[in-house]
């Protein structure tokens, strides 16, 4: 029975890291300047199907707030 809850334990984890990395990548690719409006939308699009709501309210809680750091600087 220890095994079976290990091995799933193990799993959980790299669900996680495979998703924060898919989740950075997203960013990463949103963020290049040589990407069209539409480039980006379909970006956008497509982390809505991968992430979560909790997540994509986060993120864009985040994006939203380092936007507006960046205007008042």
């Known amino acids: 029975m220890s095994e079976s809850k290990n ?4 799993l959980q984890i790299l669900k996680k890291r495979v ?3 898919r989740k950075q990548e ?3 690719m949103m963020n290049e300047a040589s990407n069209t409006m539409e480039d ?3 970006l956008i699009k497509m982390s809505l199907t ?3 709501a909790k997540e ?3 993120s864009f809680k985040t994006l939203i707030n380092n936007d507006d750091k ?3 600087e």
């Open 7 to 10: 091995f799933h334990k193990n």
């Open 19 to 21: 998703k924060e990395r």
């Open 26 to 28: 997203l960013y990463d």
């Open 40 to 42: 980006k939308i379909a």
């Open 50 to 52: 991968e992430l979560d």
């Open 56 to 58: 994509v309210t986060e």
């Open 70 to 72: 960046t205007k008042k």
